[in-house]
Every structure is written in C-alpha cells, then in structure tokens.
C-alpha cells in the first residue's frame, strides 16, 4: 500500500464511530477551523489557492481561483453540493455518513474565508443515513460554538442549513443545484452568467464546493497549502478519492496521491483493487463517471491525474472508475448509459430531452435484436446534433454539458466495439445472452 | 392528513425560517408531508403552495420533477433497485427481477398487501456494495436471491426496525439549533468585516484574494 | 435619454457590420437588420430563455466559433456573428429533427396547420422523410386546463411560453412545467385550472397546436380566413387586435402588437367577446310595442312611430322632455351623428353617456390626459379607486411589470385590496367618500421623491378608476379635482368599461358641451348647427330619475348595455316604464327589452367600420369583417334616417363625411384624419399638437404568432421601412393656435369645478354593525359581450358578500355561510360569506357582476348603510 493513502480526507476511516463528535475532536477535529479563525480571511483563500486543490466534483477547477471570483456584495452565499449522483461515484456518500463533521468543520472555514452570510449543505435527498448524521454534526458544531454567533469566541458569526435533495441527477450541476435549492425544478441556468460567483443562489454571489473539496480544507488549514502542493504532480495536487468499481475483486474507495498511480495500478495491484475475476480479461475502462469516454485496455498505464487523462481523450471527472472485462456487452453497457441520460434528462432543452430519448431508443432496439445498420450513422447523426462534430472535449448545443455526457459513451462504444454493435444486428439478438 | 397538523405544521413551520425566501422549503416540506403519507397529498400540494408563497401549480412542477417525491400512494415500504452501469455489471438486473419476484410487486407497482412498492433506479453511490438496493433510503447490497429473501422476511419481522423507518428521509432529521442569526445582522456584520478587509488590502499596498 | 452613439452597438453580422441597440439580443438585433434567425420559444415580449435552441448561431469566442442561443446573448461591439453556416444550419435542422421526432403528424386536424411554424421550418429545411421509426410519446389527447383552453401534450414541444406567461406576464404561474425529461408536460396543479382573465393568449404565442380554444377548435383553416385590423371593444384601453372570419362568421381575434397599448395581449373578455355578435338573441329588425305584444317591422314604421312621439313631445313639451344615454359602445362616427341630431338639430342638451357614476366631463376634456407609456413612465401613479385588473386588464399587465422593473412606483387609493396591491408601494383602503381624505393624506412628494416645497406633479399621473360602481360622479370627481389643485401639473389617465366613453365625451355627448369640449354658447362655438340647446340639460342619473317621476317624455338608449352600469335596478325599471316612449337603439334583445317600446336593429361588432377613441385620447380603427345581421344599420346610418323622418339632412352619407365635419368644428379633432389610421398600429392620440405626426413603425414582432402574414413570409418576414412622419393637415397658423386656446382655457376649471360639486356628506354611525356598502366592478360584470358568448357566459364567479375578520365577527357570520344584505326593509338575495382582510372594517364590498342579488333593495346609492344578516 503507498504510504501517502488514506491521510487526509479518509483519514479516519479506520476509527471506531468516525461520524460522532468524540471520535473526530480526538482526532484532531475543528484544529483546522480554530487555526483558520486566527488568521485574516483572505490568508486562508491564500493558502487554498497554495494548495491549488482541484474541484472534487467533476469539472477539476481550482477551488480557490473560483473564490476568488467571487463578485464583491454584502450578501453571498456558500452552498456545499453533496449531490453525488455520478454514475458509480460514491466517495461523497462515505464522507458524508462517516466524517460529516470534517464536511461541517470544512463548510465553516470555506464560508469564513469567503465571508459567506449563510452556507447550505445540499444533500442528495437519497442519502438518508448522511443526512441524519450531517444535521447531528451541525448540531454538534452549534453546542461546541463552531457554529452560530462569535464562533470560537472570534467576530464570525455563521449559520449552516442542511437542505436534502430529491431525487434527480441534474441538480449536481451546480446551477441546476441552485435552482432546486431555490424550490425549484432543477432546471441548469442558461449562460452567461457562467458562474454563480457572480449570480447565484437569490441572485447573490455564491460559491458552490464538492463535499470532498471542503473536507480537505481542515487538513489544508492546519497543514498549510504548501503540503498539500507538495503531493501530486503539476495541476494535480495532493490526494484524491478514487471509487474503484465493477468487475474488479476489490471495488471500494482508495484515497491516493494524485498522478503517482495509474489506472493498471489501482485495477490490478493486490493493495488497491485487486485485479478481475478469475480468467477475465478487461475490456474497457470508464475512467470518469459515464459522461468520460471510454479507455481500452491498451490505455490503462496512464497516470491518475486531471490533465493526463485529459490528454487520451478523455475526463478523470468525479473520480469514479468503472472497469468491465470480456463477460460484459458493450452495447449493453452503452445502452445502460443512455437510458441514465434520457431518464435524467431535466428536459428542458431540446436536443438533451430528444436526443436523449430517441438515442435510448434506438440502443435499446439494438441491444434487443432490433437493429439495422443505418441504426449506427443515425446513432452518430444523433450525437452530432447534440454534440457537433462528436469531438472531446465537446462542443455542445445544450444549456449545460448533461446534454455533450449522452454521446460519450454511445460514439466511444460504436468507435472502439463497431465490431459488436453489428453482430448485434446481424444476429438479431445480444451474443451475451 | 391532506394539510400539516400539529406537530408536522410546527416541524413546517421551522423549516421554511430556515431560509431567506420561503420558496426554498418547498422540497424539504414535500418530504415531510412524505413522512405522514408516503406520498404527496392535493392538500399536501396546497398547503405547501400556502406556506412557500408560491401556487399549487409551482409546488406540483416542482414537485413532479423529482423522483423522491411520489404523486400518488406507495406501500410502506419503497424499494429502489439499482440497475445503473455499475450494479448492471454485478447483476442490478438479476436483482431487480429478484426482488419483484420476491416483494409482489412490478417495477412502479405496489403490493396488494400495500406493503412493498418497487422501482427500478439510477446509482445509489453504494457501487462498492453493488448489485445494491435501497428500501426507504436505507441501503443494502450485495444482495442474492437468498439476500433478498432474508430482507423481506427481516422487514416484516420488524428485525429492520431501528435501521429502516417508515416513509420520509426526515424522519430522523432533527435541527436543534438556536434561532438562525437575521439576515440583516449578518449584512452588517460582513459589511464591517469587508471594510477591515478593504483597510488591510490598501493598508499592505493591495493584494489580490 | 441616452445619446445615439451610447446606445448603438456595431458587430458584424455574417460578415457585414450592422449597428444595434445597445442591450439587444441577437435575434432581436439581426431581425432589424433583415436576417431573421428560426426561433421557437423567443417571444419578444417575454425574457428569453434560450430553451428550444432553434435559433443556435455561432459567435466567435475566445476559444473560436461556438453555437449560442441568439435570443440569449446580447449583441456586444465587435461580436462577430455566423447565422448561415453549415455548422449553424445542422445544428439547427438538428433541433427542427428532434421536435418533430415525438410530434404528432395531425397536421390536417389541427387548427395550427397552415399557420405553424414548425410545419413551415419542415416545409423549409426538413428533410422529406423521417429517421425516427420508433413509438412516439403518447398522452391522453387534449384535456382542458381551464374554462377555455385545451391542451394537447403531444402537440407541445416544450418551449415554455405558456409557462412563462403564466407567470412572468400575468404573475400568476397557475400552470407550470410539470415532470422530468422526455416526459415532461405544461400541468395545472391537480384539481386546479389556469383560471386568470388572460388564458387566451397562450393560445395565441404557442407556436405550435398544443393550445387550443373550445371555441375556435377544428372551426377553421387558417388560409381561409379573412381578416382586418381593429380595435378591441371590451373597455376602454382600446387594445389592437385582428379580427378574423371566414364565410360571413367570426371565427378568431388575436392581439396585434402596439407598443403604445397592448404589447400584443388582449384579455379573455376582449379575445372572445365577439361571439356576442353571433348570438341568437340578435336583433335583426326593428321591433315595435303594439299593445301588449311586441312585433316585428319595417324600418318606415318604426320610424314614423319615433317621429311623431318626438315631434308631439318637443312641441307639447319642450326639449327637456327628452333626454338620450348611452353612446359608449358606439364609434365616434356613430355618436357624431346623433349629437348633431339632438344638440345640433332638436336642441336637446340631456344627453349622457355616463349615468352619473362616472367622472366629471371637465377632467377628461380640461385636464392634461397622460397616454398609457406616459403613466407607465410617471414617478408615482395614483390609482383613485382604481381595480386596473377588473376595469383594463391588459393595462393591469402592464402596470404590474412596470411596477416590478421599478419604473415607476404605485399607489393604490381603493375600496379593497386588488391584483395590483402586491405590487403597489402603498394601498389606502378608503370606502365611499373618505376617499378624498384619504387621498388628501397622500405624501405624494416623498413618493415622488420631490421636494416639500413647489412640487406641482410633475412626473404624477391619477388613474381615475370606476371600481366603485355605487360611487358617485360628484364625489369622484371633486376627490380628483383637490388633487389636481394641489398638484396642477400631473396628468389624468380616466378609466372607462366601455370602449368609446372617451370619444363620446370628446365629441359632446354630455350635459352642456359640443364636440371638442365646446360650451354651448353658440356665439363661441365653432358649430354652425341651426338649433343648439338654449341650456345646459339633465345628466344622464338625473334623466332616470325625471323619468322615474313621469317628467320625461322620450327616452333614447343607444347601444348595447346601457343601463347595466346602473346599479339601481328600481330606478330604472321606474323610469322605462314610466316614459311615453323609449327607444332602444341595440343589437341584441336584453332583460330590459320588454320595458322598451322600440327597438331599433344595430349593427354589431364586426359589422361595422369606424373608430373608438380609447382612454388615453387615443383613436383607433375598428374594421368591419361581416355583413350587418338581417337589417341592422350603423348607429350613424339609424341617427341620419331618424333625422330623415323629421325633416332633416345630417348630411352624411358615408363615414368619411363625418369626419369632415368633425374635424372642421372640434378643435380637439384638428389635423386628424383617418388614413392617419391606415398607417399606424398605434392610432393617433388627440389633440395633435405638432403639424408632424410620429408614425410608429409596425414591428412584426412575434412572427411566430402575429396573424396577418402568410406562412412562408411570417417565418421570414419582410421588414418593410414604414413612413414615420406623415403631414398633418394644419391648414393654417390660426387653426394651430386655436388648439392652444382651448387648452389655455383650462386654468381655472377646476375652481369651477370645486364650485359645483358639493362636499360629500361624511357618513357615519356609532352602530358597528351598520357598514358602508361598496359594489365593485368585476370585468367579467353584466354585459351583451359576456352574456353573449358562449365562451365567457360561465366565466363570471358568483357574486360574493366581502366583509373583514372583525365585521365577520361583529355580525356573527364566518367564511362559506349565507348571508343577505339588509337594509331599511329590503334585503338582497342570499349569498356567501367571504372573510378576508382585503376589505376594511365598517364596510361590505359586493360583486358587481350579473345575478349580485341587489335589485331588491331600493335606493341604491353611495354611502348606504346596510347591515349583513345570516340567512
């Protein structure tokens, strides 16, 4: 096992009770937040921007370059996105059930260094458990004063309200998010403005952080950006929380240093995940959650970092991998996919609500035995009026980029597994069957 | 219940003082009409138009949108079985079919016992433990026939009381806080808190951040 | 004001520069400049939301050309534009493609087909055949989401226009977008329907057949439908619309759009109240009392009758004998025409077209009358018992978005709280005449920002309402007549129900004037009629009641609803029976027709051309669409054939006659003409003022609804330069000058004014239980127009007793009972209880809408004290 895994956001996993407030004061917990408390707020946002820590949540950006864009007003707000639904992603999920309070200690520090007037941690309303434990967590924060008038007997003064999603896929965009925070549908806003940081929750600068983005913020705060800078490589600093999944021995969460392993690594080593079944060979490899393209086996040396995997054509996203070997059908797999987009469509943009649909449609004739094969040149006409050109990165003609995530896996399934699709069509029926 | 009754009505209540405008507690109040019916009531809809300050129809858009909420009556237990890529590839499928078998109940149906609904859902970020499914919320996998099986007969035995709760994610959510700081106390105490930063920044020839 | 240079924006438009204003959207911008880009859910007059992204174009960005919704990014200097790319016009058939994937090809059944312009983009673009060979989505076919509209979910395609109008326009989001995705439908609430004065419109800016009318469904094709221009009848905001028939029948109207009035809407009343035209209780000959019945025949016959009564009358009695009411309905044409039959020919002054719970003439012909942008634009505008909602809907929308974007800032003076108090920045409950003191207490100036000192109004304007149907003219008019004392430089905008109120005042239909606010002094006045009235006559509420006491001989009602507006329904049964002869000039046969002696066969709307003269001054063109029913006749034709049968010659034999006269005599007409109409969508705002009159240009500015065009063009329409300056016909310096003198006349009439009208006896009691009572105007009140439509004669709620949570309690009633009204010893009909706060204590507000239950109590008027006894 290297050394540096499990040290920082996952530090406590192995503790007895890692969500009760004992567990996490003897282990160090609201160290960081005092520390922040004693600096000038503007030092945090300068140690945050040291760390250059990448957004958690899909996108990669710098979490202290997008607090720094934040529209000066009287009124702003912090709004956490713990809407984890990312196909496959579930690191958000175990740091909310089991260290909420590293979620709240990082929520206060980030509305502290923005100067938030309220912060929101916005659950998926799916995470029942989390929710009770992050409310408790509140709670506890409000007895020990971290939370409420002068916190820690300093001159910041903060709320933290735990608002639970309700079910849909879109409001992890983090407009969409808002707009459901709002009472609304989920529906993305239209851009420009592109970031909330200049419009956002109420139409006041807001800043919305992942759940794993904030819960480092304790370990930065107390560490200093620096060290956490100096684990990684490049743009990819410090460690991050891969969710290993699918046809693997070991599927589970592995917090690592960022760039310093590889996908062959994670898969196969007997410490991470433990390689495939036995007499399986792998297939493919989703390397971001179902909106990346997909990597072949022939890729898997390359290193888990932002812009590496950017490089092959594809997104390290959310941090999710999906590894399926030589039992599993491809078009199968493809069709999964596009039923995820069309049933999480929000519906409000034509070619995402169509495309979504009639796309899911002809994928699942396919996979049923139903196919032609002018079925795939419809399929990637279907894409291009999504995503022109059906290039990576994509061009998009959709309000927010859940519409460029429906061709991903469609197009990269037709390129890299033709061979499939028309034996598929030609037998009139799935070979896996 | 229809409309929120006591202590429900208090619990509402609280909730919409938890945010500066009032439409904002539109889904957390569907939940808690959840937790009384199991599903959103026309009273419900319109009660929750009345306290948001906002119209039957917005808090039925708004509402119909997502999967959480239900517009019509499930059994007392909703199970949702996850086929999503990662489950699918663990047997999410197998699971489902299972579990309709097992539960008396197709995909959007509930049993005639009124006990189980079942759906067929997107990933429940539990993939580590997959092929999984969830009943109320509450999560479990990796589940076999045999899995399954046990789930049912623990359900009705009352084994899983603690552990799953009838209807509403809430239930179990309390706040127990002090009154939230007024929005206008706060304005002032950032906009002091802005002018000292502003004094610092001129003060050490501006910096950015 | 900006300056030009601030406000134009240069960018480059498929590679030529074009200049815009600054702040416009793309499709906005290029659409002026001749380059019109498809577009589904951009409706000009709603925010964009770049939904359907039909109309993608490509901008060049910092990372190169990318595909951007045109009606969601403003034009920016330099921007370059790509509308006609391969990229823009894949990514666009694309869009065309995916609509129509799950859209139902009922073309030939819908009433869209021909008019659609998602049929028309196929027609243009699409390809002849379709890719998608899968099941389409299926929904229960149309199912109705209010009173009037129906929805076809398979049809829709999602735009939201609906949804936005609901509530970005009206406020009131009664239906929404309801599920995810693919399945995602335009819903009320369960149980609930889009219930609002408005509905129609949705219908109007779908663009595609999702929303249809139970009325119009499957009634007509649109390429056989005929259509002209008009002007709505339902109030007197005088909304532009376009009237469409097809065989002699009306089929449709749609809101045009005027920039001055109506931005497009027209409220249910307006959209669907000319089916009252087709109603089966029309008049199509002229009837005439026999002894008890009541028979058909010829015109000669009828007319002989009406002479010889008149004639008899006049000579035996004199002209105080007769008196005329009516007139609001008419064009101006029409009542031209029977002023100079009665003030210019027989010397009868006692004619009204207001009953006496109206608003003084002098306010609207003396005091400076604000246009409707003018009120939109003031710094505070009052509305003195004013419920726009009820009395001009489409100006209630207006109001409510020029409130909401803080344009200007309102101040409601009323009898209840109304649609508009949410949004007003002040609301004075007053009942009945403690409305002048409740304005006098007014802080206008810090409202208007001005200083204490010196403030004269600039930038106030009083919207002069007639919600309180029980309200007298005097009290309103004197509450007015103090502010305007006080604040002499604000504007007036009255308000009316009928469509030509303003237009009869203007052209002498009121005790005392000639046209053009012309006193009666022949010496002065400009009218070279040959036997103007000696004196000033009886007002309209004053004729009723000499009527009532057997002191009238000849009673004329002219047009439809006359004595509706009067809520004393004693009064005027006592003075119909009590006349030798009435003569009801009127289209179609009403509750009052067997208290009538004649009836003369009017022609209705839409079978006749003329002009209304709205609210602001502002005339307007009415077409005509169909042939007068039987043989009906224009008011005008009926006042000349009149004049025929007692000797005289009006001298009119077509429309345009009329207008000679008028503007030769009316100072206030002068340098109108009524080609003027024929080039502006606006209308013409009297008095002109300036030799040149702006004509505003006609903007086509939803061309995915806008009727008129046909459908190849209205998906690229031509964007003709109208002539903005047209000539007026000022003939001399002399005639310019006189226009100023009537104005300059103005100075002390609201002293005359504050002389006439006595102050209000203040009514009061000790006794809580005896309440103020207040009858309001609904819009959907007693009227041929709503009666007569099949559509809108359900629409009026039943009429409800309003009282507070403290008057509930004082006189033991609560929410949902019955309850009466009682006083002296008449008391109402049962009705129910409403409790709410939006009415003040001491008072009880009715509905003023058909069946209110009020007949039985005699002597209805101001300041009753009634009691409320449950039933």
């Not at chain 1, 820590?53 to 707000?77: N, Q, V």
């Not at chain 3, 299926?138 to 829709?156: M, N, Q, Y």
């Not at chain 3, 009403?590 to 502002?618: K, W």
């Not at chain 3, 080039?679 to 702006?694: A, F, M, Q, Y």
Request: overall charge negative.
């Amino acid at each position: 096992m290297p050394s540096h895994m499990g040290k920082i956001v996952l530090g406590r996993r192995s503790l007895e009770n890692s969500h009760e407030l004992d567990t996490y004061l003897n282990s160090g917990g609201y160290e960081g937040l005092r520390k922040a408390l004693s600096m000038n707020p503007e030092d945090v946002v300068a140690q945050v921007i040291e760390s250059n820590i990448l957004g958690r949540g899909g996108a990669g950006f710098e979490a202290g370059r997008k607090w720094s864009m934040l529209k000066k007003a009287t009124r702003r707000y912090l709004v956490i996105n713990g809407d984890e639904s990312e196909p496959a992603t579930f690191k958000d999920h175990f740091l909310i059930e089991n260290d909420p309070n590293q979620l709240v200690e990082g929520t206060i520090i980030a509305a502290y260094a923005i100067g938030a007037s309220r912060a929101f941690i916005f659950l998926r309303g799916e995470f029942a458990l989390g929710l009770e434990r992050v409310q408790e967590a509140i709670n506890s924060a409000y007895k020990i004063g971290a939370l409420g008038r002068n916190i820690f007997g300093s001159t910041f003064s903060l709320d933290v309200v735990l608002h639970p999603g309700a079910g849909a896929y879109i409001c992890g965009e983090e407009t969409a998010l808002l707009e459901s925070l709002e009472g609304k549908r989920g529906f993305p806003r239209i851009k420009p403005p592109y970031f909330p940081a200049v419009i956002g929750l109420y139409g006041e600068p807001t800043i919305v952080n992942n759940v794993e983005t904030v819960s480092n913020l304790p370990w930065i705060v107390t560490n200093g950006g620096g060290a956490f800078r100096a684990l990684g490589e490049g743009r990819s600093t410090g460690t991050r929380i891969f969710a290993l999944s699918g046809q693997v021995k070991n599927p589970g969460l592995y917090e690592l240093e960022m760039v310093k392993t590889t996908f062959r690594d994670l898969i196969f080593s007997e410490e991470l995940g433990g390689g495939l079944r036995d007499g399986r060979t792998l297939k493919a490899v989703i390397p971001g959650g179902v909106s990346a393209p997909w990597i072949a086996p022939e890729q898997i040396d390359l290193a888990l970092g932002q812009d590496e995997v950017a490089k092959a054509g594809s997104m390290l996203g959310s941090g999710s991998i999906i590894v399926m070997d030589d039992s599993t059908c491809m078009v199968r797999a493809a069709w999964r996919i596009s039923r995820f987009f069309m049933r999480e469509s929000c519906g409000q943009c034509t070619p995402c609500r169509e495309g979504s649909s009639w796309i899911e449609k002809v994928m699942a004739r396919i996979e049923a035995g139903a196919g032609r094969e002018e079925d795939l040149d419809l399929l990637m006409d279907l894409c291009d009026n999504i995503v022109p050109g059906v290039s990576w990165p994509p061009a998009q003609t959709t309000i927010c980029v859940l519409g460029p995530s429906i061709p991903s896996s469609v197009a990269v399934g037709i390129r890299m597994f033709r061979d499939e699709f028309l034996t598929h069509i030609k037998e009139g029926g799935c070979p896996f069957d | 219940m229809g409309r929120f009754k006591q202590q429900i009505l208090t619990e509402a209540l609280e909730i919409v003082k938890l945010y500066p405008e009032a439409k904002s507690a539109t889904i957390p109040l569907c939940h808690l009409a959840q937790s009384v019916d199991g599903y959103l009531t026309k009273d419900a809809i319109d009660h929750i138009a009345e306290l948001t300050g906002t119209t039957p129809a917005e808090v039925y858009g708004t509402a119909s949108f997502y999967d959480m909420i239900q517009l019509h009556p499930v059994g007392r237990y909703v199970i949702g079985v996850c086929t999503n890529i990662a489950c699918m590839l663990q047997g999410g499928y197998e699971l489902l079919e299972e579990a309709e078998g097992t539960f008396g109940a197709a995909v959007g149906e509930t049993s005639p016992d009124g006990l189980f609904t079942v759906e067929e859902v997107e990933c429940l970020a539990t993939c580590d433990r997959a092929p999984c499914l969830h009943v109320n919320y509450r999560y479990f996998g990796p589940l076999n026939a045999e899995g399954v099986a046990k789930l049912k007969e623990d359900l009705i035995g009352g084994q899983l009381e603690s552990k799953v709760p009838v209807h509403g994610v809430l239930s179990r959510v309390k706040r127990q806080t002090p009154e939230l700081i007024p929005m206008d106390e706060v304005d002032n105490l950032r906009a002091s808190e802005d002018a000292s930063k502003a004094e610092r920044t001129s003060a050490q020839g501006g910096s950015n951040a | 004001m900006t300056n030009e240079s601030d406000a134009s924006v240069a960018f480059v438009l498929d590679g030529k520069t074009i200049v815009g204003h600054k702040g416009d959207s793309i499709i906005k911008a290029a659409q002026e400049a001749g380059t019109y880009i498809p577009r589904f859910c951009y409706h000009p007059r709603m925010k964009p939301v770049g939904m359907c992204r039909m109309c993608l174009v490509e901008v060049k960005g910092p990372r190169g050309y990318t595909l951007q919704p045109s009606c969601f990014v403003q034009i920016s200097p330099d921007m370059d534009v790509v509308t006609d790319s391969q990229v823009v016009k894949k990514a666009q058939d694309g869009v065309l493609e995916y609509l129509l994937a799950n859209h139902p090809l009922d073309c030939p059944v819908c009433d869209k087909g021909g008019e659609c312009p998602l049929q028309d983009q196929t027609l243009a673009h699409g390809p002849g055949e379709s890719r998608y060979v899968e099941e389409k989505r299926h929904f229960a076919k149309p199912i109705p989401i209010s009173e009037i509209v129906l929805l076809d979910r398979e049809r829709c395609i999602q735009c939201g226009r609906c949804t936005r109008f609901a509530s970005e326009v009206v406020g009131k989001p009664l239906i929404d977008f309801a599920g995810r995705g693919a399945h995602i439908e335009v819903a009320p609430a369960p149980g609930s329907s889009f219930d609002t004065y408005f509905s129609g419109n949705i219908i109007q800016i779908c663009p595609v057949g999702a929303l249809t009318s139970k009325s119009y469904r499957f009634k007509a094709r649109p390429w056989d439908l005929e259509q002209s221009e008009s002007t709505c009848a339902g109030c007197g905001l005088g909304c532009r619309m376009a009237v469409q028939s097809s065989q002699n029948e009306m089929t449709r109207v749609l809101g045009v759009d005027s920039d001055a009035i109506n931005h497009s809407w027209l409220c249910d009343k307006g959209r669907f109240g000319f089916e009252a035209t087709a109603s089966p209780n029309r008049v199509r000959t002229p009837y005439l009392r026999k002894g008890d019945n009541f028979v058909e025949v010829g015109w000669f016959e009828a007319l002989t009758k009406i002479a010889k009564t008149l004639t008899a009358a006049l000579e035996k009695v004199g002209t105080s004998s007769v008196a005329v009411l009516g007139g609001g309905a008419l064009t101006n044409e029409d009542i031209f025409a029977w002023v100079k039959l009665f003030k210019g020919y027989l010397g009868v002054d006692s004619c009204d077209v207001q009953l006496g719970n109206g608003i003084d003439p002098s306010l609207v012909l003396q005091s400076s009358v604000a246009t409707i942008n003018e009120v939109l634009d003031s710094r505070v505008v009052v509305l003195v018992d004013a419920d726009i909602e009820e009395e001009l809907p489409v100006l209630f929308l207006r109001l409510r978005e020029a409130a909401l974007e803080k344009r200007t800032r309102l101040v409601e003076v009323v009898d209840h709280l109304t649609s508009l108090s949410g949004v007003a920045m002040e609301t004075v409950l007053a009942v009945g005449s403690e409305m002048e003191t409740a304005l006098g207490n007014l802080n206008l100036e810090s409202l208007a920002g001005a200083p204490l000192a010196g403030f004269e109004g600039e930038g106030l304007v009083f919207v002069v309402g007639q919600s309180s149907v029980l309200r007298t003219q005097s009290v309103r008019s004197r509450a007015v007549a103090q502010l305007l004392k006080r604040y002499p430089n604000a504007k007036v905008l009255p308000v009316f129900s009928k469509p030509n109120t303003m237009g009869a005042l203007h052209l002498g239909m009121c005790p005392g004037l000639l046209p053009g606010g012309q006193s009666l002094d022949a010496s002065k006045a400009q009218v070279a009629w040959p036997n103007l009235p000696a004196s000033k006559g009886m007002s309209g509420h004053d004729a009723l009641v000499a009527a009532s006491k057997q002191d009238l001989e000849v009673l004329f009602l002219l047009g439809p609803d006359v004595l509706s507006e009067c809520p004393d329904r004693q009064l005027v049964e006592r003075a119909l029976e009590r006349s030798s002869l009435v003569v009801a000039v009127d289209s179609i046969f009403g509750d009052l027709t067997d208290l009538v002696d004649v009836v003369l066969p009017l022609s209705a709307f839409g079978e006749y051309i003329g002009t209304f003269t709205n609210v602001e001054g502002r005339i307007g063109s009415v077409g005509q669409k169909l042939v007068p029913l039987g043989v009906a006749q224009k008011g005008w034709e009926i006042a000349s054939a009149i004049a025929t049968s007692l000797g005289y010659d009006l001298g009119f034999e077509k429309e345009e006659d009329i207008w000679r006269e008028i503007v030769a005599l009316s100072p206030m007409h002068r340098g109108f003409n009524p080609k003027l109409l024929s080039r502006s969508v606006d209308g013409v705002v009297l008095p002109i003022k300036t030799k040149k009159v702006e004509i505003s240009k006609r903007h086509l500015l939803d061309p995915v609804a806008t009727p008129g065009i046909s459908s190849v063009t209205r998906q690229a329409p031509p964007l003709e330069e109208p002539e903005t300056v047209f000539d007026v016909e000022l003939a001399t310096n002399d005639e310019a000058e006189q226009v100023d003198v009537v104005q300059n006349e103005r100075s002390n009439y609201i002293d005359v004014l504050l002389s006439e009208l006595k102050s209000p006896d203040m009514v009061a009691s000790d006794d809580e239980s005896l309440l103020q009572l207040s009858l309001i105007r609904r819009l959907y009140s007693k009227s041929q127009m709503v009666e007569e439509s099949p559509t809108l004669c359900d629409l009026a709620s039943e009429p409800k007793i309003r009282v507070s949570s403290r008057t509930a309690l004082l006189s033991g009633i609560s929410q949902g009972e019955l309850a009466f009204i009682a006083r002296e010893n008449s008391r109402s009909d049962p009705m129910v209880i409403s409790v709410s706060d939006s009415v003040p204590d001491r008072s009880v507000v009715v509905d003023f809408v058909d069946g209110f239950g009020l007949e039985a109590i005699s002597g209805l008027e101001e300041g009753n004290l009634v009691k409320v006894v449950k039933a």
